[in-house]
């Protein structure tokens, strides 16, 4: 299974802006999607972005449509997010996942450590 090893986290005041990267030890067709999840403290691990190594194709979540950018770089195997103004609701952990599709992901993928992100207003 492919090893994911997310990083990038940290501290910024609302309104600034963070990247993560994530670094996967392969491309595979079983790890053609390459995503981003998060936790925020007390609730569950919700979708934030995706893409696909093959084709670029990318999917958002509303609340991060306009704010946040997911890209990736063939090749260093290594996709990125990158988050701009940002807000105390984007507080949380942040997990890398890879996985055939973006629908499989959740419940059959593969993922990074985590990074922890705090907003600070």
């Known amino acids: 299974q492919v090893q994911l090893v997310d990083s990038g986290g940290g501290l910024v005041q609302a309104g600034g802006s963070l990247r993560l990267s994530c670094a996967a030890s392969e491309r595979t067709d079983s790890s053609n999607a390459m995503g981003w999840f998060r936790q925020p403290p007390g609730k569950e691990r919700q979708f934030v972005a995706a893409i696909y190594w093959n084709d670029g194709n990318t999917e958002y979540a509303d609340s991060v449509k306009g704010r946040f950018t997911i890209s990736r770089d063939n090749a260093k195997n290594t996709v990125y997010l990158q988050m701009n103004i940002l807000n105390s609701e984007d507080t949380g952990v942040y997990y890398c996942?890879?996985?055939?599709?973006?629908?499989?992901?959740?419940?059959?993928?593969?993922w990074g450590q985590g990074t922890q992100v705090t907003v600070t207003s």
């Open positions: 996942a890879a996985a055939r599709t973006v629908a499989l992901m959740y419940h059959f993928g593969a």
